[in-house]
């Protein structure tokens, strides 16, 4: 709970210094700080229901503060670009270019950089808790991650809105994507977000001018 609390606070301060930076919310960080939490209370309240183990609770307090700063945030800024840029930022896909290197260079070290990336996709699936429904398969040169139920879409859905592009998938872009010059090519081929039951991503091996079959 008290990792929680920090990581709430860290949002919040984080949604504050951006919206400083903004011209359209010039003088209204404070205001908005004061909004998100109060709305992410009243959500977090809404949805208890879908607490099943610690990883969903903690799910569960990011999708209630993407949607509270959503709602907050949409008509005052009337730009859902604008607002997914700082729902990306707020969950640190500003700092992915610096993520990158050293999952780049661990993976160097790895020996197969497929088998590690393959190995990190079955991590997520197991990393996710009982809020989601997924399962992991890997035969020779491809590994393939499932997910048929979401506790981010399902919340989101439940709310009217479409906001996983923006908070939990877009951290493939951070985990998975531009692995090509280490013979690892990555992609969704199903998306829960598109209206397919399920979410698929997968991992294949490729050759190129530095990796082996």
Sequence with gaps: MDAQAKSRAWW?????ARCRQHPSLEGRSALVKDSVERRFRELLQKHEHRVTDSRSQT?????CLVVATYNTLQP????????????REAQGLSAAPWLRWPLRFGLLLSGDPFTATARRLRLLGLDMGRGFACSFSEEPGQAELQIKRCLY??????EGLSLTECSCCSQDSVWFEGLEWHGVAFERTAWLGAGDPCCKLVVRRVLTTNSKA
């Excluded at 799910?59 to 999708?63: E, I, S």
């Excluded at 005052?76 to 729902?87: G, P």
């Design 12 to 16: 919040l301060r984080g949604i504050e």
């Design 153 to 158: 879409h399902a919340m989101f859905e439940s």
């Design 59 to 63: 799910h569960l307090q990011v999708a």
């Design 76 to 87: 005052l800024l009337r730009d859902k670009q604008a607002i997914s840029k700082i729902l």
